[in-house]
T-cell receptor, first 109, second 113 residues
Framework: EDQVTQSPEALRLQEGESSSLNCSYTVSGLRGLFWYRQDPGKGPEFLFTLYSAGEEKEKERLKATLTKKESFLHITAPKPEDSATYLCAVHNAGNMLTFGGGTRLMVKP | DSGVTQTPKHLITATGQRVTLRCSPRSGDLSVYWYQQSLDQGLQFLIQYYNGEERAKGNILERFSAQQFPDLHSELNLSSLELGDSALYFC????????????FGPGTRLTVL
């Protein structure tokens, strides 16, 4: 059974304090690893797709990286508007998406 | 705005009742997915349809069923509702490639009293 574990569960940062979120996974035939951002009561918003180990993607203050067992979402100089829950998900060969429990990020001004 | 629409936004009903949630995918997307998100379970995949046919099934209860119509909109039917069915229900859609990213709608919040 596919498993996705995200850590930490919650993270408090000061504005400008860079950090990383971790997503560890076990999956039968990885077909893609996805990062989403979710604001309270809203639908997840797509951020990145990573397909193979060594791949990196960047968008504004966010950078996602992938190894064979985990992915990191690096947040550089975060701002309060980056506060949200960040979800990681893996797509397996059976075309099913399994989500992790998320990391709740709070950035204080 | 992802381009995926869901109605209604909120639904309050009683135990034992039946409800229907509706989803319209992004223009051109053939795949529709349904997810349930509760506080203790996180985001759980329920079922996927591709161009009208069931493609993948997750942990969907027998009381729940879905279908995708010729115009590609989808409906999720929940029957014999229980208190534990209270959750956010999301629909997502994706493009032609089967491993493409999924774009989520705003969700329907279901409260069962």
């Amino acid at each position: 059974e596919d498993q996705v574990t995200q850590s930490p569960e919650a993270l408090r940062l000061q504005e400008g304090e860079s950090s990383s979120l971790n997503c560890s996974y076990t999956v039968s035939g990885l077909r893609g690893l996805f990062w989403y951002r979710q604001d309270p009561g809203k639908g997840p918003e797509f951020l990145f797709t990573l397909y193979s180990a060594g791949e990196e993607k960047e968008k504004e203050r966010l950078k996602a990286t992938l190894t064979k067992k985990e992915s990191f979402l690096h947040i550089t100089a975060p701002k309060p508007e980056d506060s949200a829950t960040y979800l990681c998900a893996v797509h397996n060969a059976g075309n099913m998406l399994t989500f992790g429990g998320g990391t709740r990020l709070m950035v204080k001004p | 705005d992802s381009g995926v629409t869901q109605t209604p936004k909120h639904l309050i009903t009683a135990t034992g009742q039946r409800v229907t949630l509706r989803c319209s995918p992004r223009s051109g997307d053939l795949s529709v997915y349904w997810y349930q998100q509760s506080l203790d379970q996180g985001l759980q995949f329920l079922i996927q349809y591709y161009n009208g046919e069931e493609r993948a099934k997750g942990n969907i209860l027998e009381r729940f069923s879905a279908q995708q119509f010729p115009d590609l909109h989808s409906e999720l039917n929940l029957s014999s509702l229980e208190l534990g069915d209270s959750a956010l229900y999301f629909c997502a859609s994706s493009g032609v490639g089967i491993y493409n990213e999924q774009f989520f709608g705003p969700g329907t919040r279901l409260t069962v009293l």
